[in-house]
């Protein structure tokens, strides 16, 4: 998902750039047995208890690597958020609903080990881009997934913050997702805009609107689905912003690109106290 970032500023250079000082980084920590079952934290130096995030990169559920989002895990240790980055299985070596098994599982990975890296167990925030932003919107709607775990999302997620993800995208449009899902059987189990209730916690889903991977509408739908349902849940449309730039915007160098940070960042502080209740919010926000 980042081949275009990646023509203009390497992803290596973005990690490159990104800040070091002040961060405590732990690599390749076992989350469940198997391959791509490890995980990657980055703990914001000298802070106890702090707030966490897991995030959950994208790539189709075909490509990724938690290597290639340093950038975007120590933007956020920056700013005072211990974040968890895990690798998960891909297709073609599974298919749904194996990766959200995996996130499902390196969730209660962090749940259950957290404190011993700084982190505050009592308040754990998923986000997600793109196929990721799908990972952390089912496992936060859907229940089966972290109650196979022993979790509750309800309980035990503090919010879930969704980057240009695909929540609504029935019929599939191309035979390369009918591999990845149609053999699940009911392909509406497979749609995060199904579970949409208002009881779930609070979410931040943004798009950018010139988005032609995964459209915006997904995100309006989601949204409106959660709303229309009394549920919490902050909606941002980015003009001039694409699949790509919504992410890279994350780095310091890109960050005139689009307000993801700061809007990521003050949606994780608005929820890291007592669960605070925001209301209908809806904005295109401009860069």
């Given at each position: 998902m ?8 390497p ?39 702090a ?10 559920w075909?490509?990724g ?20 980055v ?7 070596g ?21 404190a ?6 009592r ?16 496992l ?11 979790l509750d999302?309800?309980?035990d ?19 390369g997702?009918?591999?990845i899902?149609a ?14 209730r208002?009881?779930?916690p609070p ?12 459209l ?5 739908h ?25 992410i ?9 690109l689009?307000?993801s940070l700061?809007?990521?960042a ?22």
């Amino acid at each position: 998902m980042l081949s275009v970032l990646s023509a203009c500023s390497p992803v290596t250079v973005l990690n490159a750039l990104a800040p070091k000082a002040g961060i405590i980084e732990t690599r390749d920590i076992s989350y469940a047995p198997g391959d791509r079952h490890e995980l990657d934290i980055y703990a914001p130096e000298g802070r106890s208890s702090a707030p966490v995030v897991v995030f959950i990169y994208g790539g189709g559920w075909q490509e990724g690597s938690k290597s290639e989002y340093r950038f975007v895990a120590a933007a956020l240790a920056s700013r005072g958020f211990l974040t968890v980055v895990p690798d998960y299985r891909l297709f073609p070596g599974v298919r749904f609903p194996a990766f959200l098994q995996d996130n499902a599982a390196a969730v209660a990975w962090t749940k259950a080990n957290i404190a011993r890296y700084g982190g505050d167990p009592r308040r754990i925030f998923l986000m997600g881009h793109s196929a990721g932003a799908y990972n952390v919107t089912m496992l936060t709607l859907d229940r089966q997934w972290l109650g196979d775990q022993g979790l509750d999302p309800d309980r035990d997620i503090a919010g879930t913050v969704g980057l240009a993800g695909p929540y609504d995208f029935l019929p599939l449009p191309n035979p390369g997702l009918e591999d990845i899902f149609a053999p699940s059987g009911d392909l509406r189990l497979s749609q995060p805009i199904t579970f949409a209730r208002g009881n779930a916690p609070p979410m931040f889903l943004a798009t950018g609107a010139t988005d032609q991977t995964v459209l915006p509408r997904n995100t309006a739908h989601l949204a409106a689905a959660i709303r229309r349902d009394g549920g919490q849940v902050q909606e941002r449309i980015y003009p001039g912003v694409n699949h790509t730039t919504i992410i890279g915007a994350m780095a310091g160098v890109l960050r005139w690109l689009a307000p993801s940070l700061a809007d990521v960042a003050g949606f994780l502080d608005l929820n890291a106290g007592p669960r605070a209740v925001f209301g209908d919010l809806r904005e295109t926000v401009h860069p």
